[in-house]
């Protein structure tokens, strides 16, 4: 079982460059998302997805775009990296509820952003 | 708004005392609760929850949380340190009627066992 597959594991970046971090999972979860973790301030969510065609907005949502074209693929674009972006990002997967169920997160193992 | 404080940012404990990791939480409702665990260079796995009924909660690798609504309380507890246990610790809340899944995370309590 692959679970929550992520890549790149490490991306090193110029100030203005554009990337795409991918994330995809094999559970058949409905629910994905992404998180950043930077020092003492635990997880923080940038942007979420429901399901297929249909995401939207976390607490940290500037400066990341996000799609939900399949089930399977949650990708996080950043299109013009900042030195704030400098981080490591987690994508998280999960069952969802629509009544919000207690469903356990499925994290993939991060990427390590680097914005010189 | 919900919110989480884990007041410590290291605990530090012999291997074979027992451990206790504070978690405190504010939601409107009632609340879900979580432990994850992350080991170096690795994604959060998932060690424990609450969601209702008994108030402590046994988890994997022998840990358990007892639930405190009165002093909104979570905190992780494990009898017998081992040094394997070392890693950091991320306390996670859901106010139950907040649809869509989204957790708040606390800022996370590195967890150091000596030998």
């Known amino acids: 079982n692959a679970g929550v597959t992520q890549t790149p594991k490490f991306q090193v970046l110029k100030t203005g460059q554009s990337m795409t971090l991918q994330c995809a999972q094999d559970?058949?979860?409905?629910?994905m998302s992404w998180y950043r973790q930077d020092p003492g301030m635990g997880l923080r969510l940038i942007h979420y997805?429901?399901?297929?065609?249909?995401?939207d907005q976390g607490e940290v949502p500037n400066g990341y775009n996000v799609s939900r074209s399949t089930t399977e693929d949650f990708p996080l674009r950043l299109l013009s990296a900042a030195p704030s972006q400098t981080s490591v990002y987690f994508c998280?997967?999960?069952?969802?509820?629509?009544?919000?169920?207690?469903?356990?997160?499925?994290f993939g193992a991060g990427s390590r952003l680097t914005v010189l | 708004a919900q919110s989480v404080a884990q007041p410590e940012d290291q605990v530090n404990v012999a291997e074979g005392n027992p451990l206790t990791v504070k978690c405190t939480y504010s939601?409107?409702?009632?609340?879900?609760l979580f432990w994850y665990v992350q080991y170096p260079n690795r994604g959060l796995q998932f060690l424990l929850k609450?969601?209702?009924?008994?108030?402590l909660v046994k988890g994997s690798y022998g840990f358990e949380a007892e639930f405190n609504k009165s002093q909104t309380s979570f905190h992780l507890k494990k009898p017998s340190a081992l040094v394997s246990d070392s890693a950091l610790y991320f306390c996670?809340?859901?106010?139950?009627?907040?649809?869509?899944?989204?957790?708040?995370f606390g800022g996370g309590t590195r967890l150091m066992v000596k030998p």
């Open positions: 998280a997967s999960s069952y969802s509820s629509p009544y919000g169920g207690a469903n356990v997160l499925t």
């Open positions: 609450y969601i209702t009924g008994d108030n």
């Open positions: 997805s429901v399901g297929a065609g249909i995401t």
């Open positions: 559970m058949n979860h409905e629910y």
């Open positions: 939601v409107s409702g009632n609340p879900y």
């Open positions: 996670a809340v859901r106010d139950s009627n907040n649809a869509g899944n989204m957790l708040t």
